[in-house]
């Protein structure tokens, strides 16, 4: 097998679309070189050869030896230099690069090549002693850190002993001298703590950083990176071996990161930061505070340090034309990395920019506009999942606002949280579901569980493209970052702006939209969907076919979820109605009757509660069709616990508490879920369904004689696994219709249905329908009766499940296509065999997650639905799966 692919000087043996072989970074690098664009020469191993390294015991076949000569050789002929060679050494970086980008999580060595001889030769060649010892500083300490894995603090510390002394502020301001001195520490340091002297044979430092590059796919943040991004342990990752180019040469040479739209709010315009003299790292680092790429955007920030633009005029209007040139390419927004080695552009990486969901939104339909991609492909543009982030509400633009200090808005949204100082306080304070902003001065790939657990992110020092910013975009949080006059005492527990304090603990609110950190919780206020949201859904709605409906039981739910596009409700839970203040005590009159008639009276004080219900939720759904679960829950759950409670039941219905408690204690279930709820508990008491029967259909009477508009009811059985427990309720459902309508004086259509969440209901489902007007997957109970996993317990092994790759993903997150998927696959089968017409819905948490609509399209359901918020997502996740 070839493992080793080259790229520059005209040769390209790869391009865009190998990214599984060559990882992203490589497969970009051979493509943005065979479309002429300046490329310093190198070459790629695949990551095939990554999975080989790790199944020989991290080792290496001997033909890579010469694969990757061969490919050192190809450098050397293209730049004229030789690996090694005193006088005139080729440097290489060893770069990272898997297939999908995971920023930071994984190691590249620069400046590799050098040595004690080879340093004095490139010190001569390019007449820069300074620039030499600065790269060969830069080199040892990365070595060190990502090969030898010694302790980067050691060296860190010594490059600050090394400025004060001297009384320098900036990196930039060591001399050539300086640089070797601090060169002769590093030795010593790697002498003391690696107890080797650095190693000085550049084919050796190679080979160990390939190895390093590979070992890094499973470094521990690797690990959790791919776990939190769902990213196959198993992909690999190639490394890329590429002549270096030097943006650490003085005045005329920079480094720099730019997108080719802002990713924050998806704005047309060339977006970045650079960085004169440095190499690498610098820029996202923050080890300067970066400049601006564009004029613009310096005058906007009111920034002194001139921007790109201005600074080096030519050779930014050579990167503007190789921006256009990229994204016309791509057809999509790029994010780029470049060097300027004496004013020689050079670009090191393209790929696909992360954005926030505002900007993939306006990009999206931005590029539509330009004709650069088509309607469809801008709706399949948009990730479903992150349009959460602007469905949420923003702060009040009214509210008192606080502010503390004011730092870049890295990451937009809006977030209130305690303050805390690290990572790991972070994931422990969101296990225990409080709300936290992580503050730190900055971040770094090890504070990547932290940043996920908090609502949102604050640093005090790095700019735009920070770590910070840019996975803080990634997962949709909200973020300030480079709040510069915050200073963090994380160890005393406080962080000082002036003469103010903000200890761990105290609340504090970032608005990553403007950058404001304000004191206080802020209030929040609905966000805006029209503009280019609309336009979206527009244009997705074109290319769905599956309905979209609501969860929802309350009429201000079902308000939120008909102005976000629903078309109907799915699944209205009546218990949740049951557990109103005015109304529990009915309810326990009712669980705790001795018998029927007792029950009767209960269920005739609730009668007219639910009817009101129903009937706010019918004037918001009118001409809708309304999937109506009658009650489901095991009776415990509304038992009274306490003595009061007791009482006051005991006052209600003049039975004595004493009795009560022993109807309490009679209706105790060893495993309530399987125990006596759903139809079960309409079979043992028929007046229960009885009376929500008739609130229904008196409720959409009362609407259609109002409005006009009769709702059209779907009354749903749950839990049914024979079709005689359906008859035995579907004639409670029509006797109450009959009665309703015969003393009302007029018809409403409604059908009846059941939801099909038990295996044996799926496969018995061709008797079923005989009876079912329609099926509901109820895919929460579906997955717990199938798998035999307690929704309520998983929490404890499912993780490890997940890890272990058990199952791909949380079977009650994300439908098990294959298992719970094949017995909704029979349902739907043999329900539409014996009623072709049968409608088909499913109404579990799944209904809003994109992966499980993608399936629901498959198996040509007729509806989703979803809790209120997520109604956009499925219908954009339910276009994706038509389109
Ligand atoms: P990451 O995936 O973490 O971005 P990269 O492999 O892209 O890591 O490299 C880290 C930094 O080093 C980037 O800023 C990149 O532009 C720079 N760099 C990588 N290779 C070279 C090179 N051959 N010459 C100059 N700079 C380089
Ligand atoms: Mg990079
Ligand atoms: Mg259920």
Redesign the pocket.
Known sequence: TKYVYRFGGGISEGGSGDKNLLGG?GANLAEMASIGLPV?P?FTISTEMCTRYYEEGETFPDSLRQEVADGVAHIEKITGKTFGDPSDPLL??V???ARV????????V?NLGLNDETVEGLAKKADDERFAWDSYRRFIQMYCDVVLGLDHGRFEEALEIAKEDRGYNLDTEMTAKDWRALVDEYKELVKEMWEKPFPQDVNDQLWTAIGAVFGSWNAERAKVYRRLNDIPGDWGTAV?V??????NMGETSA?G?AFTRDPSTGEKGYYGEFLINA??????AGIRTPQYLTKAARAKAGAKPLSMEEAMPATYAELAEVFAKLENHYRDMQDI???VEREHL?M??TRTGKRTAKAALKIAIDMAGEGLISQDEAVLRVDPAALDQLLHPTLDPEAHRDVLTKGLPASPGAASGKVVFDADTAEKAAANGEAVILVRIETSPEDIHGMHAAKGILTARGGMTSHAAVVARGMGRPCVSGAGTLSIKAKEGVMRVGSREVKEGDIITIDGATGEVMVGAVPTVQPELAGDFGTLMEWADKGRRLKVRTNAETPTDCQTARDFGAEGIGLCRTEHMFFDAGRITAVRQMILAEDEAERRAALDKLLPEQRGDFTQIFEVMAGLPCTIRLLDPPLHEFLPHEDGEFSEVAKATGVDVETLKRRAGELHEFNPMLGHRGCRLGVTYPEIYEMQARAIFEAACDVADKSGEAPIPEVMIPLVATKKELDLMKAVVVAAAKAVFEERGRTIDYLVGTMIELPRAALMAGKIAETAEFFSFGTNDLTQTALGVSRDDAGRFLSTYVEKGIYPRDPFVSLDVEGVGELIEIAAERGRATRPDIKLGICGEHGGDPASIAFCEKTGLNYVSASPYRVPIARLAAAQAAL
């Open positions: 970074k310093p190198g290489v970086s770069r990272s690069g980008s995971m920023p930071g999580m994984m190691d590249t620069l890329n590429q002549a270096m180019v030097f943006g480094t990161v190499q690498g790292e610098d820029v996202v990395e470049f060097t050079w090191l990486q």
